[in-house]
C-alpha cells in the first residue's frame, strides 16, 4: 500500500543561466540555520569547482538538504547551460516538485522553457520564484505574463496553470507573496514549498527500488550513486540486485557496504533509509546512471528516459609539437586515455572513442561549452595535449540523405547591431523565425541555425556587439544538411622559423593583421602567431633581428612600438582554430599551430 511521507519534500531548483539558482540555495541553506552564526560562508557555496567559480556558471548538478519545522526539504540545484541539459533531465526523476527561478528583468529565457517543458512533461507541480525583484529595471507584473504564456504555450494542465509566484530577491535573502508586502526574511518560501510540494509517496512494505540518477566520484571510495529511495528500506549490508530498464541483460548481485543521507553540505552515514529519502551509496564499482537497486526477489527496473545523445565531436590527440612535454605532468596518449575514460564515470552526455591510431581519441560531447570545461578541466591537473576543430556528428535518414543537428539561437542586441548580427547569421546558413523590439533599446531575434554555424561564432558576435549581446542557444533536433559555408574569412599568420620572438620581426608583422604573441616568446616553425587581415596564410620570420652595421647604433631599434598582442582564451582559440590546425593545450599555453608544421609538406597537401 502506497503511502505519503510527510516529513519529507524533494525539490529542483530549476532556471535559466545566471537567474540566481545557486544564490537562492545559499540563502535557503543559511535561513534554515545549516551555517553557525559567525561561520564565515563563501558566496554561491554549491558551486564546489573553481571553474563553476570562476564563470559564474553551475556545471554539475548538487544535492543539499535543510530542515524548516521538523521537515527535511532536499534541494537540489540544477545547472542552466543547453550544454549540461541531461543533468536537468536526470534529477527530476527524484523530485516531486520544481522552483523555476526567472530574472524579474529578463523574464522568460530559452533554458527557462526547456526546463520547464520537462518538470510538465514529468507532470511535477511549480513554484515560480521571481528573483531579483530589487533590481531598478525589474518588471514583475510583465514577467509573470511572459511565463503564463510560456505555461500555456507548453500545454501545461489546469492544476499546474494555477501555480504559486513568490516573489524574492535571494541577494537581500527574503521572500514575499505579494509586492505590497514588507519583505522580511525567506518563509514565506519555505512554507510555499511545504504547502504546494507533495511529499513522496511509495510503499515500506514493498520489495526495495532505489534509482540512481546521479552519480558523484571520489578518488578514496571511486563512484557514488545517487538516488531516490521509491519503494521498501535501504540499509546497510543489504544484498541487492543492480538492473537497467535500458540494458535488459544487465542483473549484477552487490552488497550495500556504505549508505548516506544529505544534511545542509554534508554527506551524514545512515544505516537505513525509508521511501522519499535521497540517498548516496558507495561500494558499487561500475554503478550508472538509470540503474536501479532491487531487492534479489523482485528486481524490477524503474523507467528511465534516455540521455540526450551528443551533438558535437573533437579529436584529443597527443601533443607532437617541438615544445611537447616541456610544461605538462601527463603528456602520454596512456595518460590521455586513463584521463577521458574517467571522465565518463561521472559525465554521462560524454562519449569517447578510440581511433585506429592510439595517439588519437574522438571525444563527443553536447556543444562547445561542455568540451571546453572538459579542456580547462584537464590542463590544470597538469595534462598536455592538442585538440581539433569542433565538428558536428552527421546523421543519415532512410533514404541516405544527410541530416545536421539544428538549434533554436535567440539573441538579445541593441537596436543598432541587428542587421550585422541578421547579416552574419544568415552567412551561417540562419533562418530568421521571430523578432521583437522592447522599450529598453534592445532587439529580441529567433534563429534556426545549423549547430556547425554557431561554431567559432561567439567571439565574433561579441566584437559585431561590442559585448552588449547575449546569445542563447537549445538544441532542436535534427534536419536535412543546408549546404557548405566558410568557417573563417581571414588566414593565418604563420612563424617561419623556430627561435624567439624579437620586436624587429614582430613589428613587420604586426602590419599584417592582428598578432597572438609580444616579444620575447619562443616560436616554432608551424606556429599560428596572429591572424591574417586577408583570406590566406603567409608565413613570417618572426625570430629576425636587425643586422647591425657600422653606420647603425644598436640603439636605433628602441623605438619600433608593438602594438599589445590579443592574448587569446581558451575559448576564443577553440572558436579561431581551422579545420586544418590545432590546438595546443598545455597547463601554462594555448598555442594554435598548423595540423602539418613543415611549409613544404604543408603546400603539397594544399596542391
Given at each position: 500500500m502506497k503511502i505519503q511521507r510527510e516529513d519529507i519534500r524533494n525539490i529542483a531548483i530549476i532556471a535559466h543561466v545566471d537567474h540566481g539558482k545557486t544564490t537562492l540555495v545559499d540563502e535557503l541553506l543559511k535561513q534554515s540555520g545549516v551555517f553557525r552564526a559567525n561561520q564565515d560562508v563563501a558566496e554561491r557555496v554549491m558551486d564546489s569547482n573553481d571553474i563553476e567559480r570562476e564563470r559564474g556558471i553551475t556545471i554539475l548538478s548538487k544535492n543539499t538538504a535543510v530542515?524548516?519545522?521538523?521537515?527535511?526539504?532536499?534541494?537540489?540545484?540544477?545547472?542552466?547551460?543547453?550544454?549540461?541539459?541531461?543533468?536537468?533531465?536526470?534529477?527530476?526523476?527524484?523530485?516531486?516538485?520544481?522552483?523555476?527561478?526567472?530574472?524579474?528583468?529578463?523574464?522568460?529565457?530559452?533554458?527557462?522553457?526547456?526546463?520547464?517543458?520537462?518538470?510538465?512533461?514529468?507532470?511535477?507541480?511549480?513554484?515560480?520564484?521571481?528573483?531579483?525583484i530589487d533590481r531598478p529595471e525589474s518588471r514583475p507584473d510583465e514577467v509573470i505574463d511572459e511565463i503564463l504564456e510560456l505555461f500555456i504555450d507548453l500545454d501545461a494542465s489546469d492544476e499546474?496553470?494555477?501555480?504559486?509566484?513568490?516573489?524574492?530577491?535571494?541577494?537581500?535573502?527574503?521572500?514575499?507573496?505579494?509586492?505590497?508586502?514588507?519583505?522580511?526574511?525567506?518563509?514565506?518560501?519555505?512554507?510555499?514549498?511545504?504547502?504546494?510540494?507533495?511529499?513522496?509517496?511509495?510503499?515500506?512494505?514493498?520489495?526495495?527500488?532505489?534509482?540512481?540518477?546521479?552519480?558523484?566520484?571520489?578518488?578514496?571510495?571511486?563512484?557514488?550513486?545517487?538516488g531516490k529511495v521509491d519503494n521498501g528500506t535501504i540499509s546497510v549490508n543489504q544484498d541487492m540486485v543492480v538492473v537497467n530498464e535500458h540494458d535488459p541483460d544487465k542483473r549484477k548481485k552487490v552488497k550495500i557496504s556504505k549508505l548516506y543521507e544529505f544534511d545542509g553540505l554534508n554527506k551524514v552515514e545512515v544505516k537505513e533509509a525509508g521511501i522519499g529519502s535521497i540517498v548516496a551509496i558507495s561500494g558499487i564499482s561500475d554503478i550508472s546512471i538509470g540503474d536501479t537497486l532491487c531487492s534479489p526477489e523482485n528486481p524490477v527496473?524503474?523507467?528511465?528516459?534516455?540521455?540526450?545523445?551528443?551533438?558535437?565531436?573533437?579529436?584529443?590527440?597527443?601533443?607532437?609539437?617541438?615544445?611537447?612535454?616541456?610544461?605538462?605532468?601527463?603528456?602520454?596518449?596512456?595518460?590521455?586515455?586513463?584521463?577521458?575514460?574517467?571522465?565518463?564515470?561521472?559525465?554521462?552526455?560524454l562519449r569517447v572513442e578510440e581511433s585506429e591510431n592510439t595517439d588519437s581519441f574522438r571525444v563527443s560531447g553536447r556543444g562547445e561549452l561542455h568540451l571546453s570545461v572538459l579542456i580547462e578541466n584537464m590542463r590544470r591537473e597538469g595534462y598536455e595535449f592538442a585538440v581539433?576543430?569542433?565538428?558536428?556528428?552527421?546523421?543519415?535518414?532512410?533514404?541516405?540523405?544527410?541530416?545536421?543537428?539544428?538549434?533554436?539561437?535567440?539573441?538579445?542586441v541593441p537596436d543598432e547591431f541587428t542587421g550585422?548580427?541578421?547579416?552574419?547569421?544568415?552567412?551561417?546558413?540562419?533562418?530568421?523565425?521571430?523578432?521583437?523590439?522592447?522599450?529598453?533599446?534592445?532587439?529580441?531575434?529567433?534563429?534556426s541555425i545549423p549547430s556547425r554555424g554557431l561554431i567559432g561564432y561567439r567571439g565574433e558576435f561579441l566584437t559585431d556587439t561590442k559585448g552588449n549581446g547575449i546569445l542563447n542557444t537549445a538544441f532542436d533536433g535534427y534536419a536535412l544538411y543546408k549546404g557548405d559555408f566558410q568557417y573563417r574569412k581571414q588566414g593565418s599568420l604563420i612563424a617561419f622559423e623556430t627561435g624567439e620572438s624579437v620586436t624587429y620581426?614582430?613589428?613587420?608583422?604586426?602590419?599584417?593583421?592582428?598578432?597572438?604573441?609580444?616579444?620575447?616568446?619562443?616560436?616554432?616553425?608551424?606556429?599560428?602567431?596572429?591572424?591574417?587581415?586577408?583570406?590566406?596564410?603567409?608565413?613570417?620570420?618572426?625570430?629576425k633581428a636587425k643586422h647591425l652595421t657600422n653606420t647603425r647604433s644598436s640603439g636605433a631599434d628602441d623605438a619600433l612600438r608593438l602594438t599589445a598582442p590579443h592574448i587569446?582564451?581558451?575559448?576564443?582559440?577553440?572558436?579561431?582554430?581551422?579545420?586544418?590546425?590545432?590546438?595546443?593545450v598545455t597547463p601554462k599555453s594555448l598555442r594554435i599551430r598548423k595540423k602539418i608544421l613543415d611549409s613544404k609538406m604543408r603546400k603539397r597537401g594544399i596542391k
Open positions: 530542515y524548516y519545522k521538523n521537515t527535511k526539504i532536499n534541494i537540489i540545484d540544477t545547472p542552466g547551460h543547453a550544454d549540461f541539459g541531461g543533468e536537468v533531465e536526470r534529477v527530476l526523476k527524484m523530485v516531486n516538485g520544481v522552483i523555476l527561478v526567472v530574472d524579474a528583468f529578463e523574464g522568460a529565457m530559452p533554458q527557462t522553457k526547456f526546463v520547464l517543458r520537462k518538470a510538465l512533461e514529468l507532470q511535477l507541480p511549480v513554484i515560480v520564484c521571481i528573483n531579483k499546474q496553470l494555477d501555480c504559486p509566484f513568490v516573489y524574492a530577491s535571494a541577494k537581500t535573502g527574503h521572500a514575499v507573496l505579494d509586492l505590497t508586502e514588507t519583505p522580511e526574511n525567506m518563509v514565506p518560501l519555505f512554507e510555499t514549498i511545504l504547502d504546494y510540494i507533495p511529499a513522496p509517496e511509495g510503499d515500506p512494505e514493498a520489495d526495495t527500488q532505489v534509482l540512481i540518477s546521479t552519480i558523484d566520484y571520489n578518488e578514496y571510495v571511486g563512484r557514488i550513486g545517487v527496473a524503474i523507467p528511465f528516459q534516455k540521455i540526450s545523445e551528443p551533438t558535437i565531436a573533437m579529436q584529443f590527440i597527443v601533443n607532437d609539437s617541438p615544445f611537447a612535454g616541456l610544461e605538462g605532468k601527463y603528456v602520454t596518449s596512456r595518460h590521455l586515455r586513463e584521463r577521458l575514460f574517467r571522465e565518463l564515470n561521472t559525465d554521462v552526455s581539433s576543430k569542433a565538428e558536428v556528428l552527421y546523421k543519415k535518414d532512410e533514404e541516405g540523405k544527410l541530416l545536421e543537428p539544428i538549434e533554436t539561437a535567440y539573441v538579445d550585422t548580427v541578421i547579416d552574419k547569421l544568415s552567412q551561417r546558413k540562419g533562418e530568421l523565425c521571430s523578432m521583437s523590439s522592447s522599450n529598453s533599446g534592445y532587439t529580441r531575434l529567433e534563429f620581426g614582430l613589428n613587420s608583422a604586426q602590419e599584417r593583421g592582428t598578432l597572438f604573441i609580444g616579444a620575447g616568446e619562443k616560436v616554432y616553425a608551424g606556429m599560428v602567431i596572429g591572424q591574417n587581415g586577408k583570406a590566406e596564410d603567409i608565413e613570417l620570420n618572426v625570430c587569446l582564451s581558451l575559448e576564443e582559440a577553440l572558436d579561431f582554430i581551422d579545420t586544418d590546425e590545432l590546438l595546443e
